[in-house]
């Protein structure tokens, strides 16, 4: 779904598939020798049941639903988000233009003692709800639990530079 230009821009390589899991993912590769840099980026789109297409009603509720659980605790593994808000432009997106409605939340989890920081935008457009997140942590030697969570800023930075096309592939 991501050109190849937007995963050079991000670092990422091919996209990885899991059955069990409906998200688009993609990965970088964070070499061999430290110090890493770990990226991670999801793109899910939620129209409801193949055979029950979603109603405008019920894309509502979903999308207010999750910013409700988002606004109080986006993971199982952290607290809640340092950084919540409304989302009036996304890249070159804008609200009312490309979207219906957005929000972001920034927030840092830590999983086995390895802290990662995550920016994950919600966005709306008909009855279909997009999430986009980008999560990371850069590592300066071979312990996990010494790595420093990606900034608001960096997942930001990333949500941009895919939302465009997130968003353009809802029809």
């Known amino acids: 779904m991501l050109t190849a230009s937007t995963r050079s821009k991000l670092g990422m390589r091919q996209g990885t598939k899991d059955r069990l899991d409906p998200a688009c993912k993609w990965s970088n590769d964070p070499g061999n020798a430290p110090p890493f ?7 899910t789109y ?5 055979e029950f297409t979603a109603s ?8 207010a639903t999750k910013k409700r659980s988002d606004y109080r605790q986006p993971s199982a593994f952290g607290g809640a ?21 957005g929000y972001y ?9 390895a802290k990662r920081g995550e920016g994950k935008a919600v966005l709306r457009k008909g009855n279909v709800v997009i999430t986009i997140s980008f999560s990371g942590a850069d590592v300066p030697g071979r312990r ?11 997942a930001q930075t990333a949500i941009d530079v895919v939302a465009g096309q997130a968003i353009a592939a809802v029809r």
């Open 144 to 154: 996990m639990r010494d790595g420093k969570p990606i900034g608001n800023a960096t």
């Open 81 to 101: 988000p340092s950084v919540k808000g409304t989302i009036q432009q996304i890249g070159t997106a804008k609200v009312g233009e490309h979207f219906d409605e």
């Open 105 to 113: 939340v920034y927030f840092v989890y830590e999983v086995g003692e």
């Open 56 to 63: 405008l009603k019920d894309a509502k509720e979903s999308f």
């Open 37 to 43: 840099r770990f990226r991670d980026l999801s793109i």
């Open 46 to 50: 939620d129209a409801g049941f193949k």
